[in-house]
Every structure is written in C-alpha cells, then in structure tokens.
C-alpha cells in the first residue's frame, strides 16, 4: 500500500494542479502547525482531480506518518469547499522539557545586565514546546528557532540565539539557549572630560581609569548597549565615584553614553568646593600683546540647590617685563557652565563686569567683560581638546583692538 501511495506522489508531483488546495493541522503548537500545513498541501495540491477523496486522505495519512515525525493522523475531514482538515495527535507520551538559559560569558557589571533582560526568557521558551515531542524538532526546528529569535529580539538585541536539544540519561529532555553577539560591536571607548573647575593635567588619570572602567562593554552588540545608555552612564558614575581626586572636591560627576563602534562617554565634572585653572597665551596680529601665563584659584558655595557661587581669584603674568595683573571676584552660575558676575583688577584699580560659558573640549564658548570706564573685552572660542583652546580677541584698550590667541591649557 505505502509503495503505491509514494508512486502516487512522485507522479503528483510531475504533473500539473488542477487548482488551489488548503489543508488545516489541528492537534499541534501554531508556530508547528505552519510547517506541517505546508507540507501536506505540497502534496495534496498535486494529486490529481481524477483521484478519489479516499484515496486522497489515504495518501495524506501516509505523507504524515512519514514527514511528521512524533505524531499521528487521529482524523481527516473534508468539507464542501474542499478545505481537508487534518487532526493530529502525538504518538507517544510527550517530554517533560527542561529548558536552560547558557549567558554568554561577560564581565560584571554587564552580566548582570543580560541576566535582568532574559529573565523569564526560560519560561516563554518553555510555553513554546510544552508538549511537543522530540522527534518535531527535526522538522520543525527552523520554526522553533524563528520563534526564539523572535523572542530574543525584543529582549536582547544583537544576541544570536543558538538551540541545542538533547536527551539525557535519565530520560529527561532538554533544551539549551546559547548566544553569540552580532556585528556590529563595540570595539573601543573614547573619553571625554569636560571640567572648569579641575585642572585639564589631572584629567588624564580620570580618563584612564573610565576608559578601564567600560572594559566590560567591549565586544558587546552596539544595537544591545544603546538600549543599556542608563546603564553605561551609571557605570561611568560608579567608577568616578571611586576617585580619591572626586571624593576630596566634592565633584558631581555627569555622564552621557553614546554606544557605538567607538563607544563615546562625554563626563561633565564640576566641583562642589574649590576650582583651579592654569593657562600660558599667545597672541598674533597684535603688537602690544606679549606672552602671558595665568592661573584661577576659586572657593565654591553653593546658595541654593542650582545656583553656585564662587569667590575667585585670578593672577596674570605677562612674560616679557614680569608684571603681574591680579583680579578678585564672585560670580554666580545659574545653570551648567555659564557664569555672570562682577571682578575688580588692580591693573587700573577698576571694576569690570564679566558674563562668560566656560570652555569645554571641542565646543565653542564665548566671554564679555565690561569696566566702569567703559572699555570692552571679549573672546569667541573654539576648545580643540583639553589642552588646545582658540580665540578671536578683542580689548578695545589696545591700539590693535583684534587679535588671535591660542591658549595651552594645562
């Protein structure tokens, strides 16, 4: 009987359809059921017309006995719109599956990371395959995998699932979830430090130890860290936070995280009790102007939650004759880097108000002072990094009242 019903579908299958034919699976998992269905309407849409409908069940049964493994034909019905519907059935007592979740190996904290998305992840896999016999997976397993996949790509993007079942000795069932990480990842982190209060010579060691503080997300998919921004950005604040320097200054570390190939951290540090800054200053297209070294000294306060106060100091050695320009002030900031306030200056003996942006690396800034005598000074800038800074200058105290000047910041 099998050896005339396989006659049957090779000369099927050879020869033309007479027309569209469905076939419904009943009796097993929807993502299963697609597979089966297409399978036995390959066969049933090409057997032909001339072929009773007995026979045409008969040969369906046949076709499931062999390509479904792990169930059976329980019933074929037939209805008036030639829709067949085949009832099946699973030919022996189903596994009780075991399913497991194998992390990839990561470093704190970003193991932790993957371990808070894939919780429950077991459960829904093991809902899919509740009641599926072993033998299914060896027709099945592309749709399983699509369902997994597709399970994963809501929790874990950028991780490939791989699945591995087997049965052990004992006769359980199981099945094992491994993953991969997919292109694109990330491969190297680039710090950036921005600071008006900390010198730029001590950004160096900060930087270091951020850069080996993210070492745990390289090699990770870019596409899964860009969902874990909060995290990163707490990652960069934890490893701050460990800082002698930070500690002593009261600093209040701000971090941003921008995952990617190169993965960017931009760090906004500002301290809460003292700010220093040196500088030495070059000037071109003025005459007058020579050489200078500076320094800011400044004692923080804070009035109110977001409103920061600072008594300062700043001393200005001009290096061709050695004088010095000293200026004492307080300013107010009332939001990130922008101050106002008000500095007088010996050079003179003259007061002058003074709005500035402190300068952060590779961004543009800009500052305004003003004097009782009405003279003007002001500068539009661009910080190439933490050490490099250009100016368009102009001091209407000099007879070239337009310059450039490039500052080391150190």
Known sequence: MFCAAAALVVSAFMS????????????????????????LEAVYGHIPPSEGQSVKEELLQVVTDRLLLGYSVDSIRTDTRDLVTVKLRVSSPPPVWQVSIVSPSLSPPVDGWFASDVRGLADEVASLIEGVPMEALTWGDIDLRKEVDSLCAERIPGWRPSLMARTAADGSTALEVSFSPEQPLSLAISANINSSSIPAVLHLNLRDDLIKGYAPVIGVPVVWLE?????????????????????????????????????????????????????????AGAEERYPEAGAHLGRRIQLLPRLDMELYGEFILKLDDWEMENKFGVRWSPFRNFWLGAEWSDAGDVWWGRIAMEPWSRRPYVWLRFSEDEDVNAALGYRFNDYLSLEFHYDTRFDDEWNLRALLNL
């Not at 009943?26 to 297409?38: D, N, P, Q, T, V």
């Not at 707490?234 to 921008?258: F, N, T």
């Open 227 to 283: 969902r874990h921004g909060g995290d990163m950005e707490v990652l960069g604040r934890s490893v701050l936070e460990e800082e002698y320097l930070v500690d002593i200054a009261k600093v209040r570390p701000v971090v941003g995280a921008d995952a990617g190939i190169v993965s960017n951290v931009d760090v906004e540090l500002e301290s809460r009790r003292y700010s220093a800054r040196l500088w030495l200053a070059v000037y």
């Open 16 to 39: 033309a359809s007479s027309g569209e034919a469905a076939v419904r699976v009943e009796g097993m998992k929807g993502w299963l059921s697609g597979s089966a269905e297409r399978s």
